[in-house]
C-alpha cells in the first residue's frame, strides 16, 4: 500500500499545470489493462515466392492480422520473387493468445489477387524484450505439399504489465499532443481542414493504334481499364478493330501533392468466356505540370500497338472532415469569403468550381438492431458523386451520436447526397440501416432536419431517423454552364444484373409515355372530327392564325406556355407531378445463360432509357426540379429573341459551318448533344420517389418524450 499510495503522490505532482484532454481509447486501455504488449515488427524479404503471373514472376504484398482483424499492408514489389520491404510497424496486442496470421498476395489490377502463401506467428513462443530474426515458411492450406517460399521478419515484443511509470508519460505526452493540436486548429484555419484529396486527373481516352489481333478474324473487341488507388473506370468496347477510337473523357481524384500512377490494362472482350489480355501501360503523374493539357502516346508493355491520351492535372481543395467546434459556416468572415468566391461578379472564373456544400451529421435515432445483443454498431458514410467520407463508429447504441462536419466542393448542383447509416462488423462487411438521397437543389440552408432512412433501393422505409444539417453555397451561372455538359460518370456503381421485376417496371414506364402521347393524339384527333363543337372552332382559328402568320421565334414560345401553365398550378398547390408506385422486392435472375442473359439486359436498359428521358421532358414542364425550370425559361427566352431578330438563314449557316469545322478546330474533340446532357439532370420518375422525403412520426422520439415529461 506505500508503493501504491508513493505512485498516486508522483502522478499527482506530474499532472499539475496539464490541461486534460480526454485521452485515446489505446491509450486508456494501456493503462487499465495489465495484459497490453507492445510488438515490433520489421518485415525485411521474401524468398523463392510462388509464381502467379504469366511471366513467370509475381507482384507480392504482405497482410498481417490479429484476432480477424486486419492491422497492417505492405506496399507491393512488382515482379519479383524475393521482393525487399523492410517496412516497420509497431502493433499494441492485449492477448498473446491470439497468433499473428500473415497472409502474401499477388495483386492483379482488374481481377482479384492471388494468393501465395500464409504462416503463423505465435506470440506466446516469443521472448520478451529481445530482437529475435524470425523465418517463416509459406503454406497454402488446400496443397499443403506446395513449396511457396518463406518470409524474413525481426519481431521484438515488449510487455506493458506493471510499467506504470512508462503508461504515465505515454499519458503525459498524448495530452500535450491533444492541446498542442487543439491550438493549432485555434491559430489556423489550414490546419483545421483535413484535406482528403488535393486536385482531378481528368483523362481522354482518344484512340489505340496497331493493337495485337485476339480474334480468329484477325480483329479484336478492345477495351480499356484504368485504376488509380481505389478509383476505377471501364470504357466501352470498339468492337472487331485494331485501330479504336473511344473518344471518352474519365475524372480522377489525386489524393496525394506528388501525383501518382494511373495503371491502364487493355482487353478483348470474349463473349461468354474470360476476357483475353491485350497490354498494359502506367502513367507517371509526378512530371507533369498542372493546369495544362498533356497529349500522350503510350506504348503497351506485354502486348502491341499504343494508346493515346489526353491527361489534364487541376489542383483543388474538395473535401475535409471535422468536428463541429471547426465549422467553417460558422465563422461569418470565412462564410462572407466563401459567398464572394461564388458570386455572380465570379461567374466566368474557374467554372469547374460550381460550389461548396456543407453537411453537418448531428446523429440518429431508433434504428435497426443489427447484433445478436439488440444493439448495433452504427457509422454514417456520406456521398456526393465520387467523393466518400465516414464518420466513427459509435458501439452499442441504436441513438449514436456523431456530430461531425463534413465539406465538399460541388462540380455539378444537379448531383444528389447519399447518407448511409452501417452496421460495424469486426469479421464481415458492414450491415446496411438505412439511407437517404438529397438532390442538392431540395436543400434548405442551414435548416436542422429529421429524414427518415429508406431501403437500399429508396423506394421504401426502414427503420430509424437521421438528423442532418445542409448548407449549399453555390454560384447560378456556373451551375447553368455545367448542365450543358456530359454528367460525371460514378466510378463505383453495381453490375447490372437481369431482373424480372425491373424488365417489368421499365415495360411499364414506357408503356406510360406511349399512352400520354396516344392521348395527346386522341385529343388533336377528336378536334379534327368535331366531337365538341366549340373545341373545334378554337382549334380551327387557332391552326389558320399560327400558320397564316407563323415564324419560327413561335416554336420556343410554344414550349414556354406549358410551363408557364404548370408552374401557375405548382404555385396554386396544385401539384401535376405524377408518382410512380414500385414494389421494391427483387426476384433473382430470369436465367443465368449469358448470351439470354446480355439480350435481357440490352432490352432493360433501352427500356429503361427510353423511359427515362420521355419522363425527364415531362418533369421538366411539370417543375419537379424548378432550377432546370427556370433554365428552361431562360434558354427559351434567348432563343426567341435570338431568332427573332436575326434571319434563319445565317443561324443555320454558323450551325453549319461550326458543325463542319469543329473537328479541324479540335482534333480530340469529345461529342456531346447539349440538350441531352441537360435532360440527363432532370429526374425520372423512378428519381421523384428515391428523393421525396418520407413523412416521420416523432410521437416516440426520444427528444419528445423527455420535453413531455421534463420529471
Excluded at 513449396?147 to 506504470?164: C, I, M, N, Q, Y
Excluded at 491485350?278 to 503510350?298: A, Q
Excluded at 469529345?670 to 410521437?699: A, G
Aim: proline residues 4%; charged residues 25%.
Amino acid at each position: 500500500s506505500l508503493s501504491l499510495s508513493l505512485s498516486l503522490v508522483l502522478l499527482c505532482v506530474s499532472l499539475q499545470g496539464i490541461n486534460i484532454v480526454e485521452p485515446s481509447n489505446a491509450e486508456t486501455a494501456l493503462v487499465t489493462n495489465p495484459g497490453m504488449y507492445q510488438l515490433d515488427i520489421i518485415l525485411k524479404k521474401g524468398h523463392n515466392l510462388a509464381i502467379r503471373d504469366r511471366g513467370g514472376t509475381s507482384d507480392p504484398y504482405v497482410k498481417f492480422k490479429i484476432g480477424g482483424k486486419e492491422v497492417f499492408r505492405s506496399k507491393t514489389i512488382n515482379k519479383n520473387l524475393n521482393p525487399v520491404w523492410d517496412e516497420k510497424v509497431s502493433l499494441l496486442v492485449d492477448s498473446l493468445r491470439e497468433p499473428l496470421y500473415v497472409k502474401v498476395f499477388d495483386y492483379d489490377f482488374g481481377l482479384q489477387d492471388d494468393f501465395m502463401g500464409s504462416a503463423y506467428l505465435y506470440l506466446e513462443s516469443l521472448e520478451h524484450q529481445r530482437n529475435l530474426d524470425v523465418t517463416l515458411d509459406l503454406e497454402d492450406p488446400q496443397y499443403p505439399d506446395h513449396d511457396l517460399g518463406t518470409l524474413d521478419l525481426a519481431v521484438t515484443l515488449s510487455p506493458k504489465e506493471g510499467d506504470f511509470r512508462e503508461a504515465t508519460m505515454l499519458l503525459r505526452r498524448s495530452w500535450k499532443r491533444s492541446n498542442k493540436l487543439h491550438s493549432s486548429m485555434r491559430l489556423s484555419d489550414v490546419h483545421r481542414k483535413a484535406q482528403l484529396w488535393r486536385g482531378i486527373v481528368s483523362i481522354s481516352l482518344i484512340e489505340a493504334r496497331d493493337l495485337q489481333p485476339m480474334d480468329a478474324n484477325g480483329f479484336s473487341d478492345p477495351y480499356v481499364k484504368f485504376r488509380l488507388g481505389h478509383q476505377k473506370y471501364k470504357s466501352k468496347t470498339i468492337p472487331k478493330t485494331l485501330n479504336p477510337q473511344w473518344r471518352e473523357q474519365f475524372d480522377f481524384h489525386l489524393y496525394e501533392e506528388q501525383g501518382g500512377f494511373i495503371d491502364i490494362t487493355v482487353w478483348d472482350k470474349d463473349a461468354g468466356k474470360k476476357d483475353d489480355f491485350m497490354g498494359r501501360c502506367s502513367v507517371d503523374l509526378s512530371p507533369l505540370s498542372k493546369e495544362h493539357t498533356h497529349k500522350l502516346d503510350v506504348p503497351l508493355e506485354e502486348g502491341e500497338g499504343m494508346l493515346v491520351l489526353l491527361v489534364t492535372l487541376t489542383g483543388a481543395a474538395a473535401v475535409s472532415i471535422s468536428d463541429l467546434s471547426v465549422n467553417i459556416l460558422d465563422d461569418p468572415h470565412e462564410r462572407h469569403q466563401i459567398l464572394q468566391r461564388y458570386s455572380v461578379l465570379r461567374s466566368f472564373h474557374n467554372l469547374k468550381d460550381v460550389g461548396m456544400v456543407q453537411v453537418k451529421v448531428i446523429r440518429a435515432e431508433r434504428l435497426m438492431a443489427a447484433d445478436v445483443t439488440g444493439k448495433s454498431d452504427p457509422f454514417c458514410v456520406v456521398e456526393l458523386s465520387n467523393d466518400r467520407l465516414q464518420t466513427h463508429t459509435v458501439y452499442k447504441n441504436l441513438n449514436p451520436e456523431w456530430n461531425k462536419v463534413f465539406t465538399f466542393n460541388v462540380k455539378d448542383i444537379h448531383s444528389v447526397l447519399e447518407v448511409t447509416v452501417y452496421d460495424e462488423d469486426r469479421d464481415r462487411s458492414a450491415d446496411f440501416l438505412g439511407k437517404v438521397a438529397i438532390p442538392l437543389l431540395n436543400i434548405q440552408n442551414g435548416e436542422r432536419k429529421a429524414y427518415a432512412l429508406k431501403s437500399k433501393e429508396l423506394t421504401g422505409p426502414t427503420k430509424g431517423v437521421i438528423f442532418l444539417e445542409i448548407d449549399v453555397i453555390f454560384n447560378a451561372v456556373k451551375a447553368g454552364l455545367r448542365t450543358l455538359i456530359p454528367i460525371e460518370q460514378k466510378y463505383i456503381e453495381d453490375e447490372p444484373r437481369v431482373s424480372k421485376q425491373l424488365l417489368l417496371q421499365n415495360f411499364n414506364r414506357v408503356r406510360r409515355c406511349i399512352l400520354f402521347l396516344i392521348n395527346a393524339g386522341c385529343y388533336i384527333n377528336s378536334c379534327f372530327e368535331w366531337h365538341s363543337p366549340q373545341r373545334s372552332i378554337c382549334a380551327f382559328l387557332l391552326f389558320v392564325l399560327v400558320v397564316w402568320n407563323f415564324e419560327l421565334y413561335m416554336i420556343p414560345l410554344a414550349l414556354l406556355l406549358p410551363l408557364a401553365w404548370n408552374y401557375i398550378l405548382v404555385a396554386s398547390g396544385k401539384d401535376t407531378r405524377q408518382d410512380v408506385v414500385s414494389d421494391p422486392e427483387r426476384k433473382g435472375f430470369i436465367n443465368k445463360l449469358y448470351a439470354i442473359q446480355d439480350v435481357c439486359i440490352s432490352v432493360q436498359n433501352a427500356l429503361d432509357e427510353v423511359a427515362s428521358y420521355g419522363e425527364r421532358i415531362k418533369n421538366t414542364f411539370n417543375w419537379t426540379v424548378p432550377f432546370l425550370s427556370w433554365l428552361a425559361i431562360v434558354a427559351l427566352c434567348v432563343a426567341t429573341v435570338l431568332i427573332y431578330y436575326i434571319p434563319l438563314r445565317y443561324i443555320v449557316l454558323a450551325w453549319g459551318v461550326n458543325k463542319f469545322t469543329k473537328k479541324l478546330r479540335d482534333p480530340y474533340n469529345i461529342d456531346n448533344n447539349e440538350l441531352l446532357d441537360f435532360l440527363s439532370r432532370v429526374p425520372s420518375d423512378i428519381q421523384v420517389v428515391q428523393y421525396r422525403e418520407l413523412k416521420l412520426d416523432l410521437s416516440h422520439s426520444p427528444n419528445k418524450r423527455k420535453k413531455n415529461n421534463p420529471g
